[in-house]
């Protein structure tokens, strides 16, 4: 069964201070890997897109990365406008048009 | 910027009542979603679309119906609100091999 996890649930940092989240997945044949930024009372934010083991996409503050079995998104010196909730989606080759989703990482940035 | 449109922003109505939630985007995409978001969980697919006259059930979608009679309009309707679908409601739309873009979506309240 095609599963995606995100850890921690929640994170609090120091502005300034780096960390990473998690996305691990199972599925059947991974098509892309997309992370999303949720503020409150808003739609998912897309961020990032990829595709295979290796790819990296970076934008500011925030690095993506990819392995065979789970992504992480990097934040480096995050700030308080960093605060949101990260979602983590994949599309795999069984079910090419549907994605699922992780239940995020809320993460807030304390100035 | 995506442009994705969803009324009304907030309902909150009488159980019993039949309800249709609008989602219109502007970009000529062919595929369209509805998910349902409850705090701490992920997006669950009710409704999806691949194009005009084609619609498809995700694992929520036996209380609710949806048409896609035109490219830009995905309307969802639930016949009978009940409370327990008082939740979040998010329309995305994407073209292939594109991310989903997502509209900020519709609080339902059923009382």
């Known amino acids: 069964e095609d599963q995606v996890t995100q850890s921690p649930e929640a994170l609090r940092l120091q502005e300034g201070e780096s960390s990473s989240l998690n996305c691990s997945y199972t599925v059947s044949g991974l098509r892309g890997l997309f992370w999303y930024r949720q503020d409150p009372g808003k739609g998912p934010e897309f961020l990032f897109t990829?595709?295979?083991a290796g790819e990296e996409k970076e934008k500011e503050r925030l690095k993506a990365t990819l392995t065979k079995k789970e992504s992480f998104l990097h934040i480096t010196a995050p700030k308080p406008e960093d605060s949101a909730t990260y979602l983590c989606?994949?599309?795999?080759?069984?079910?090419?048009?549907?994605?699922?989703f992780g239940t995020g990482t809320s993460l807030t940035v304390i100035p | 910027e995506a442009d994705i449109y969803q009324t009304p922003r907030y309902l909150v109505i009488g159980t019993g009542k039949k309800i249709t939630l609008e989602c219109s985007q502007t970009?000529?995409?062919?595929?369209m979603y509805w998910y349902q978001q409850d705090p701490g969980m992920e997006l669950h697919l009710i409704h999806y679309?691949?194009?005009?006259?084609?619609?498809e059930k995700g694992d929520l979608s036996s209380e609710s119906t949806v048409s896609r009679i035109r490219t830009e309009h995905f309307p969802l309707t639930l016949e009978s609100a009940r409370p327990s679908h008082t939740s979040q409601y998010l329309c995305?739309?994407?073209?292939?091999?594109?991310?989903?873009?997502f509209g900020d979506g519709t609080r339902l309240s059923i009382l």
């Open positions: 970009m000529g995409h062919d595929k």
């Open positions: 989606a994949v599309q795999t080759a069984n079910t090419g048009n549907q994605f699922y």
């Open positions: 990829l595709y295979s």
């Open positions: 679309s691949y194009g005009v006259n084609s619609t």
């Open positions: 995305a739309s994407r073209s292939s091999n594109q991310p989903q873009h």
